[in-house]
């Protein structure tokens, strides 16, 4: 799919607008994907927003309002798409954990029930830093407990940083409305034992990718006693599209010599996404051929992991840039 419809070119300042445009795509999909809470359908609003932003160019009074009018269009595109939709989340927002049990996997559910990752390749360059904790697993699952509007005041106000007088001219509403909302948004946040505060202190990168290097060892040669050493105490470990989720090293140890065994002899590739380590686990499909099978996010504390999040959807290896099988010569 082309990013613009076919139209002519505009130029200010020298600048083609498409290009304009295009430098506010990675900001905006990270605005859509908080608001939506799956990736692929933020990659559909962003590109809904690019095309009725050039239908509707000439309008545009001012090339220096040009942030907030696509961040307005790009506001009701979110909110006509989450009319009467379901709240995502993650398995582990469903219920209690299980015993390691395969029987207990149960049914998967539909997509749209879950919160999906995203690629860091695919969002602004700062959110893998500044507000990349805006973009973790569990702090976009509390966003979907928001109502649409509330969503997006918090959104604006507390992560993108916009001033309450903006937010109310995009939102069309009163500066004391916005105010109010982020207090009620704030109380629900608070409530599910999140906060919005960005400034706490987070484990360092270079660890993290240490850890991830070692996790990625460890599963390759499926040496579940030296991978279980990597876990914390209260680790959580879950397979969407399935409800089931595991929480501990013993539960998850028990799962991958038991139910799980099929992921001896992966091969793995590794990521990112929603600012944590990340990798594509492919499982053994014939001779010296490998398969995706789950997208797996890890989050960690920087000494230990706490979560691993392993998406069966592999509509997401290309979503992520990665092969859609291995082969070995």
Known sequence: MSTTPDVPTRRAAGTPLEAELEAHRRALTGYCYRMLGSS??????????????????????????????????ATNVCLDLLQGAKRRA???????????????LGQPLADSAFVSPVPDARLDP???????????????????????????????????HWRAAEVAALL???????????????????????????????????AEQRLLARYVDAFERYDVDELVTLLREDVEFCMPPFRLWLRGPRHVAAWLVGPGIGCSGSRVRTTMANGRPAFGAYRPAGP?????????????DGERITAIHNNLDVRLFPHFGLPEQLEED
């Open 40 to 73: 692929f359908e933020a990659e559909d609003a962003v590109q809904e927003t690019m095309v009725r932003a050039w239908r509707r160019v000439d309008g545009l009074q001012e090339r220096a309002a040009l942030r907030s009018w696509l961040y307005r269009i």
């Open 90 to 104: 993650r398995p582990v927002d469903m219920g209690p954990s299980s015993e390691p049990d395969g029987s207990l």
């Open 126 to 160: 700062a959110e893998a830093a500044d507000r990349r904790d805006t973009v973790r697993l569990a702090f976009v699952a509390a966003l979907q407990h928001l109502p649409p509007r509330q969503r997006a005041v918090l959104v604006l106000r507390e992560v993108l």
């Open 172 to 206: 069309e509403t009163s500066v004391p409305s916005v105010n109010s909302a982020l207090q009620r948004a704030r109380a629900t946040l608070d409530a599910l034992d999140l906060t919005t505060d960005t400034t706490a202190e987070r484990p360092d990168g270079e």
């Open 288 to 300: 010296r051929v490998w398969r995706p099978f789950s997208l797996t996010v890890l989050e960690t």
